[in-house]
């Protein structure tokens, strides 16, 4: 179904989860609310910055901009139950600090249990447990036993739904840039090169050409991570 062009109908039209009785609302493309996105996203409403709100809002029935991108309507049957999408939409914006915290304790148990936990949210589209994950996986040392593989390997699984991100491509590339190749890290290397061989060759070759650039890999490795990045050896002049 196509919608009126008007800004009420705009991906960046918002308005204060109060106010849902009434036509106005701001553009959340206004760079003045750039500071408070993130609270005014998670709680839906402006009380954080309510007099910058109440400054910029304007009717949305008006006229769009050329950044207009209509919204996406669920058509949802009569006989459909609602009730999923409506906890999906909560769980896309839930605070999952609590549970981001648990990444941090001392018992793996704990730690584990937290990463399971934190892999609903990631999947369903939580842009703070994604960056809460990408942040406590970038903290981590170099993997030197098999059980920070293995949880290293839990939390790449996680990430397939965002391995085209710019985060995580830089969270891969961290780890074979911390983490030695020998036997017990074999596991991850392969699996790290793989997902970033599916990346865009763009998004991929310069972060791997400095990471060449940077540490010493064997022959082999060597020869993998070009692979992953769709270098040529003719073209490997650079690398010395």
């Known amino acids: 179904m196509e919608l009126n062009k008007i800004c009420q109908n705009c991906n960046s039209f918002f308005q204060d989860i109060k106010e849902l009785d009434i036509d106005f609302g701001v553009c959340?493309?206004?760079s003045a609310f750039e500071p408070f996105m993130d609270e005014v996203v998670?709680?839906?409403?402006f009380s954080c910055c309510r007099e910058l709100y109440l400054k910029k809002r304007f009717d949305g029935?008006?006229?769009v901009c050329e950044n207009y991108e209509e919204i996406e309507v669920v058509d949802i049957s009569d006989d459909e139950d609602i009730n999923p999408y409506i906890h999906s939409e909560k769980m896309k914006h839930q605070n999952v600090d609590e549970v981001i915290k648990y990444f941090y304790d001392a018992d793996n148990t704990i730690v584990n249990n937290a990463i399971s936990t934190i892999s609903m949210y990631v999947h369903i589209g939580n842009e703070k447990a994604y960056k809460g994950l990408?942040?406590?996986?970038?903290s981590l040392g170099p993997a030197e036993s098999l059980e920070d593989v293995y949880l290293r390997l839990k939390i790449v699984d996680i990430l397939t739904s965002k391995e085209s991100e710019k985060n995580t491509i830089k969270a891969y590339v961290n780890e074979l840039a911390r983490t030695p190749s020998?036997?017990?890290t074999r596991q991850l290397y392969t699996e790290i090169l793989k997902r970033l061989s599916r990346c865009p060759s763009e998004m991929v070759q310069e972060?791997?050409?400095d990471l060449l650039e940077k540490k010493k890999f064997s022959y082999k490795i060597k020869n993998r991570i070009m692979e992953a990045a769709r270098i040529r050896k003719a073209d490997e002049n650079w690398y010395k």
Do not use: C, F, G, S
């Open 28 to 30: 959340l493309m206004d």
């Open 61 to 63: 029935a008006r006229e």
């Open 182 to 184: 020998n036997n017990t």
């Open 134 to 138: 990408i942040d406590y996986y970038v």
């Open 42 to 45: 998670e709680n839906a409403d």
């Open 207 to 209: 972060p791997l050409m």
